[in-house]
T-cell receptor, first 112, second 117 residues
Framework: QKEVEQDPGPLSVPEGAIVSLNCTYS??????FMWYRQYSRKGPELLMY????GNKEDGRFTAQVDKSSKYISLFIRDSQPSDSATYLC????????????FGGGTRVLVKP | GAVVSQHPSRVICKSGTSVKIECRSL??????MFWYRQFPKQSLMLMAT?????????EQGVEKDKFLINHASLTLSTLTVTSAHPEDSSFYIC?????????????FGSGTQLSVL
């Protein structure tokens, strides 16, 4: 069993729809949770960074963390074709000096 | 936000040659940098952790004599793939620890696509 599980997709939605992504994990020591967007053959771009359980909103993006269930989510409202990319969840035990453990990524396609 | 520059973005080389990839933190000092490898349609796999002024820490299964890492300054880490072979063809990405406005810590370079013929 992988330490972080993420549905690979592809997830296809019409433009304007809400994109819902999630990851589950097994390591209860994870405290920092991140979502990255990666376009093909590019480095990951940080979208959301959260600590412990709770919700965080930034523009069209909302991240949720439920540590009791070991489950994190990312919601993208009013999706655009430019949101088509692979979305990676990542998590770590410490804030600094610590490696990230990534999910496998979910490929998202927003159709105009 | 913090910027990490990685180059070259793409390199093609013959089997048996060595290739050096550079990772620079442009507007912050990075005590720690990380090197990842990504195969097509797969996630990032950590190869090694690079600490300025000390030896890199390699993940299990990564050959340290093949993937040489040097972190000589607080803004530069290099990864050298020695005696590259076709199976080393992959997308290599570095990241550096900085301080973002939202508390975020890790920033990624744009990646290097290595193709070994």
């Amino acid at each position: 069993q992988k330490e972080v599980e993420q549905d690979p997709g592809p997830l296809s939605v019409p433009e304007g729809a809400i994109v819902s992504l999630n990851c589950t994990y097994s390591n209860s020591a994870f405290q920092y949770f991140m979502w990255y967007r990666q376009y093909s053959r590019k480095g990951p771009e940080l979208l959301m960074y959260t600590y412990s359980s709770g919700n965080k909103e930034d523009g069209r993006f909302t991240a949720q963390v439920d540590k009791s269930s070991k489950y994190i989510s990312l919601f993208i409202r009013d999706s655009q074709p430019s949101d088509s990319a692979t979305y990676l969840c990542a998590m770590s035990e410490k804030a600094a000096g610590n490696k990230l453990t990534f999910g496998g990524g979910t490929r998202v396609l927003v159709k105009p | 936000g913090a910027v990490v520059s990685q180059h070259p973005s793409r390199v093609i080389c013959k089997s048996g040659t060595s290739v050096k990839i550079e990772c620079r933190s442009l507007d912050f000092q990075a005590t720690t940098m990380f090197w990842y490898r990504q195969f097509p349609k797969q996630s990032l796999m950590l190869m090694a952790t690079s600490n300025e002024g000390s030896k890199a820490t390699y993940e299990q299964g990564v050959e340290k004599d093949k993937f040489l890492i040097n972190h000589a300054s607080l803004t530069l880490s290099t990864l050298t793939v020695t005696s590259a072979h076709p199976e080393d063809s992959s997308f290599y990405i570095c990241s550096a620890e900085g301080a973002g406005p939202g508390g975020e810590k890790l920033f990624f370079g744009s990646g290097t696509q290595l193709s070994v013929l």
